[in-house]
């Protein structure tokens, strides 16, 4: 394989322009929602609203500011697929249509999705979705036809303030610990890195600088692999099992003492 | 601006407009510089900004003029000899103003030699002025010239001598002196004669700064009632905040140390814009921040090329190299009129009969000659403003018979109502454009026409629509921000009938001339003697009519008369005789040899080292990237300090050099004195950096060239919630309004007009949307138009977000859905409340997603220099609709 390929968001640096989501669907040739007859969200300058089959990259606004606006931030992201080192999407795919590739991206193979939504449910993000034009789960590829080429992905091509950084993940792992070190130096002590560490899902390929906490940008404090969740569920299955059981009886027995 | 240690963006939502060349100071930023943003409201470019500091729309002149007053009282400014070198030597804070001027400060907010408006031409009533200024007072004290000062030189670009008076040069050109050659004196050329015979007495110094008459205390007076507590009471910015702003701006300016603005229309759309830049290039100068890496005013251009169109202008009143277009009311009789009209003695202005003389050769051709004054009386004249804001006046007026739109929608524009109502005035109209947008079917789907208020079949203009190429279908040049030149390459083949720009303007000048072939009227002959053949040397691209572009740029770069092949490499070899040929100075050298386009040249420096990036592009002039640079060095030449180096005397070599071209006579040391009774360059000395200027110097307070005042004053816009707290004068005297029934202005504090309304554009569309809303990907960014409004305005009037609101001025009323955000905030104003709202313009009735007209809520008044409308601040209700 060759080495992992990934993206740094720095969303220090995100001014929110959205050249990215118009980059990724004129590459990708993702209809827009409506035929661009969209229509207006009232949630601050989002109107694409989430990640979703059509929108592989998606740019949150979040306002935050006092009443008296003696505070105020307006904090903007670029949000992505995460490419995770262990990819719920991927082990719960049945039909094998989800790939890690030679770049260590994971990429949905459209002529083998079924459109089972399986991968959907999967994953801990949000990130996928169908796509009504295809009737198959999409989501960003990482430009996996752009990077076989190599050249990098659209969005990062795009991006004007570099706040999306495409690279081998080694190295952008440390171009984000310096930049975390350098805003730290600078007073600005919330910066962190969200995915850069193993410890998540085995580290995201595309991890984020966030001066906040996770769930202020819609990202889950502690994602999990269903398989995670696997022990519980199979308790929960036995439980509803009996429940169901139990209810059945209760039912055969109402019958039986009807008159 | 990457190597600014601070950059302050006013008057521009940077992020969001030119979120491209924002990379700059994000890099700064990136690397520890402080960015500050100065805006009515929190916009993407505020989310970026260290400092974000908020003021009403409107009130830009009250905050920098406190900043003027916070510099020059600071401590540190006072003491530290960086600024007083740079003030001293590099401005004209010594040069002492004639005894008969009186400030602001004196008049309750007006200089001396306001009147009323007497100027213009009967057939041209349409200049709008409300007053004028005489503006003789506000010149410089010269020897002899006793307590009637001298009108000043200046080149004057923004002057189409609507306000007499304000030609160039007044008292020189009609009050000719002694010296001034009679017709026994041959004509020229060489006119050197003639700019040696406009040379004045120098204008008197005093350089201890103390005399109350010289420019430094006149300024410091002006601006002393601009203190902090004055700033907050006028923009609402509180206090505090001012004050951090201001320590920032003096902290990181100094020899080791630069800041940089960036503006947009947000500074121009006012009824004072061009004096708010003024106001910043006056704070700017005190805080020796021009010339220098990391310094100076980024004035962020429109379109991709709107600079491009300013050299080689689309604009009326000037022609190619910031020259002004001949003009019948001025002194332009003959091309030795305009000559002496317009040349600048001293400074490097002098050399304008050169351009002139090679522009008319561009024009013209071998019909251009000495005996004809170089075909001088085929030139049109302009009769007065015809900017867009006259023009559609006389359009309503019946006076004007047809238009080309060419990347235009005035259906969508200022006081939309009432440019629609001039379109149906028209016989016959072209819109070349990509889109059929709203002007080329506002006969059918205008909301006028919709609600049946006009019939379709009352309309008798006739509409053509001419389908335009795309920039990848063409090939040409891009002059951007930065006067810089890039070349374009065509990437495929335009559908169907598409065509570029220049093969629509080409193909109607050759049918033209065609038309006026037969002709031997005299006017007609400016058809027949106009050179213009571009026939492009492909075979396929002639078959199409396309013209060459690289041929049209030869035109433009200039080549020897006798021998076309010989291009001219620099404007310092053009000539006043005819033996040159160039379309427009400024752009010599871009393509020194028929194989040289040095506009396609794209080789970066290499990484890691100082440098201009001398190799990718071409900037003019002379391939200068940063303008004036002689200022980043000190008065003997030497870099102010190791890090703002750029360029600098050379003793060895006796030269100036540096990363960049020096933009200063190469051999001339810093020691050389000017020398007495000189015209041209030889009247500055090697201190003087200002070369344009006929003082070498930069200009704190403008003696001539401006027609609203010497030294930019906060007026209120034309429409304001609130009385002027700062003078007695409410609004600019001499501003531009267009009094008609369909253009009423709302009186100061009309409480059914209680709020401020500003508008903008957003990232995501572009302009009236004709190359946005078209398009799938961006409409879905921003589908529907919205007003932004303060939750308090909202709880006010009972509006929720996304509620239907209706918004109106005295000119329309307009539907739009509410975004209630804290990114707006009421501001106290002098004690009172005021709410402000936004409303971005994107929209109209044509297109994947439509809304209502914003302009419609617009007026026709705007500024006495440039002519740009208020389109940034004025006064509107809302209600839930």
């Known amino acids: 394989m060759a080495q992992a390929m990934g993206f740094f968001t720095d969303t220090t640096v995100c001014i929110g322009c959205k050249a990215c989501e118009v980059a990724c669907k004129e590459w990708n040739q993702l209809p827009a929602t409506n035929g661009g007859a969209n229509t207006l969200s009232g949630d601050s300058y989002d109107n694409t609203r989430r990640l979703d089959g059509i929108h592989w990259r998606h740019v949150r606004f979040v306002e935050q500011f006092t009443p008296d606006r003696s505070q105020g931030r307006w904090l903007l992201m670029s949000d992505v697929c995460k490419h ?24 949905i193979q459209s002529d083998v999705c079924n459109g089972c939504r399986d991968c959907i449910g999967a994953c801990p993000f949000g990130v996928i979705d169908i796509n009504p034009a295809s009737g198959t789960a999409q989501k960003c590829t990482l430009c996996y036809d752009r990077l076989q080429v190599g050249l990098e992905p659209a969005c990062s091509k795009a991006c004007p303030t570099d706040s999306i950084n495409f690279g081998p993940v080694a190295d952008l792992k440390k171009m984000a610990e310096a930049r975390v070190g350098r805003l730290h130096g600078q007073g600005e002590t919330r910066a962190y890195l969200y995915g850069a560490d193993e410890k998540m899902l085995g580290g995201l390929n595309s991890f984020f600088l966030l001066v906040d906490k996770p769930e202020v940008y819609h990202l889950p404090p502690d994602p999990k692999m269903p398989t995670r969740r696997l022990k519980s569920s199979t308790w929960l299955s036995v439980l509803g099992g009996v429940v169901v059981g139990l209810a059945g009886l209760v039912s055969f027995r109402t019958r039986g003492s009807r008159p | 601006m990457a190597d600014s240690d601070c950059v302050m963006v006013m008057g521009s939502n940077m992020a969001e407009n030119h979120p491209v060349a924002f990379r700059w100071p994000m890099k700064a930023k990136v690397n520890g510089a402080t960015l500050i943003h100065v805006d009515p409201r929190f916009t993407r470019t505020s989310a970026m900004a260290d400092i974000y500091a908020p003021i009403r729309a409107g009130s830009d002149i009250a905050f920098l003029g ?14 530290d000899p960086f600024f007083k070198t740079f003030l001293l030597h590099y401005t004209n804070a010594a040069t002492l103003i004639g005894d008969d001027y009186k400030d602001a400060e004196d008049a309750d907010g007006v200089f001396s030699g306001l009147m009323e408006y007497k100027g213009g031409a009967p057939a041209w009533p349409y200049n709008g002025f409300v007053g004028q200024y005489d503006p003789k007072s506000w010149g410089y004290k010269r020897p002899g010239s006793g307590s009637s000062a001298q009108g000043e030189a200046a080149a004057n670009t923004a002057r189409s001598g609507e306000v007499p008076g304000h030609t160039g040069e007044g008292p020189k050109s009609h009050a000719p002196s002694g010296k001034e050659p009679t017709s026994a004196t041959p004509g020229g050329p060489p006119f050197d004669a003639l700019v040696k015979s406009l ?52 902290d990181h300016s100094g020899p080791d140390k630069t800041c940089s603005f960036a503006y947009a229309v947000a500074w121009t759309q006012h009824t004072n814009g061009p004096q708010v830049i003024g106001c910043a290039a006056l704070l700017q100068l005190l805080l020796g921040n021009f010339g220098r890496p990391g310094a100076g005013i980024m004035a962020l251009r429109g379109h991709a090329s709107i600079q491009g169109s300013t050299d080689i202008p689309t604009l009326y009143h000037s022609i190619h190299g910031y020259m002004s277009a001949p003009s019948a009311l001025k002194k332009h009789d003959t091309l030795r009129d305009y000559l002496a009209d317009e040349t600048v003695a001293t400074g490097y202005w002098a050399n304008e009969p050169k351009f002139m003389v090679s522009y008319l050769k561009s024009m013209y051709g071998e019909a251009a000659t000495r005996d004809n004054q ?6 049109p004249k302009i009769l007065g403003d015809h900017s867009h804001l006259p023009m559609f006046v006389a359009m309503n007026d019946g006076k004007v018979k047809g238009m080309l739109l060419i990347g235009q929608n005035p259906a969508t524009s200022l006081n939309a109502r009432l440019e629609r109502a001039g379109l149906r005035k028209l016989e016959w109209l072209v819109v070349k454009d990509n889109w059929v947008h709203e002007s080329a079917t506002f006969w059918r789907n205008a909301p006028e026409v919709k609600s049946g208020e006009v019939k379709t079949q009352d309309i008798k203009t006739e509409v053509f629509f001419f389908p335009s190429a795309q920039i990848a279908e063409m090939e040409g040049s891009f002059t951007n921000t930065q006067r810089m030149l890039q070349w374009h390459y065509k990437a495929d083949e335009a559908p169907g009938d598409c ?41 396929a691209e002639r078959q199409r009519g396309e013209p060459d572009a690289t041929k049209l740029l030869k035109e433009i770069n200039g080549f020897m008369t006798d021998d076309p092949g010989k291009h001219i490499a620099s404007f310092g070899d053009l000539k006043d005789d005819g033996s040159t040929t160039c379309a427009s100075w400024i752009y010599c050298g871009v393509l020194p040899a028929p194989d040289q386009n040095r506009a396609a040249s794209k080789r970066p420096d290499p990484p890691g080292q100082p440098g201009a990036q001398l190799n990718w592009g071409y900037a003019w002039p002379a391939n200068r990237r940063i303008m004036y640079n002689r200022c980043s060095a000190d ?16 003793e060895a070599q006796k030269k100036w050099v540096g990363y960049d071209v020096p933009d200063f006579a190469t051999t001339k040391a810093p020691g050389t004195p000017a020398k007495a009774g000189a015209p041209g360059m ?15 110097r930069a200009w704190l307070f403008v003696p001539s060239g401006l027609v609203d005042g010497p030294l930019p004053t906060h007026y209120e816009p034309a429409e304001s919630p609130v009385r ?74 009972g509006i929720k977000n996304l509620d239907w609101v209706r918004i109106s001025t005295p000119r329309s009323r307009v539907r739009a859905k509410a975004l209630v955000t804290r990114r707006l905030r009421p501001f106290t104003i002098d004690g009172k409340t005021v709410h402000q709202v936004g409303m971005p313009w994107h929209w109209g009735y044509e297109g994947i997603v439509t809304g209502d007209v914003v302009n419609e809520l617009t007026a026709l008044v705007g500024d006495p220099n440039v002519t740009i409308h208020e389109g940034k601040a004025f006064v509107c209700n809302v209600e839930k609709a």
Not at chain 2, 205 to 227: G, I, M, S, W
Not at chain 2, 635 to 649: C, D, I, N, T, Y
Not at chain 2, 682 to 696: H, N
Request: glycine fraction near 4%.
């Open chain 2, 682 to 696: 030889d009247a500055l000395s090697g201190t003087e950096p200002f070369i344009m200027k006929p003082d070498g």
């Open chain 2, 635 to 650: 008065l003997a030449g030497r870099p102010w300090s190791e890090r703002k180096k750029w360029v600098w005397w050379d």
């Open chain 2, 724 to 797: 002027n707290p700062l003078y007695k004068q409410q609004a600019s005297p001499v501003l531009k309004y267009w009094k008609r029934p369909d253009n009423e202005l709302v009186q100061p504090g009309d409480s059914r007009f209680p709020h401020v309304i500003t508008t903008y554009r957003l990232t995501e569309h572009y302009l009236a949307g004709a190359m946005s809303r078209w398009n799938p990907w961006l409409a879905e960014l921003q589908p529907e138009l919205f007003i932004e409004l303060s939750p308090e305005l909202a709880a006010e009037k």
């Open chain 2, 499 to 539: 065509r570029s720009d220049s093969w629509f303007s080409y193909q109607l000048g050759k049918r033209l001339k065609r038309l006026y072939a037969e002709s031997t009227a005299p006017r007609d002959a400016c058809f027949n003697r106009l050179v213009f053949d571009y026939e492009h040397d492909d075979a």
């Open chain 2, 66 to 79: 406190g900043l003027i007053n916070h510099v020059v009282n600071d401590q540190r400014w006072n003491s």
């Open chain 2, 374 to 379: 170089f075909g001088y009386d085929w030139h």
């Open chain 1, 84 to 107: 995770c080192v262990q990819a719920g999407c991927l082990e719960v795919c049945p039909t094998g249509a989800i790939i890690r590739t030679e770049f260590d991206t994971v990429v």
């Open chain 2, 199 to 250: 040379l004045k007495p120098p204008a008197e110094k005093d350089e201890t700064l103390q005399n109350p008459r010289c420019v430094f205390q006149l300024v410091k007076r002006h601006f002393a009632r601009y203190t902090p507590e004055m700033v907050e009471r006028v923009t609402g910015c509180p206090k505090e905040t001012f004050l951090k702003v201001a320590k920032a701006l003096l």
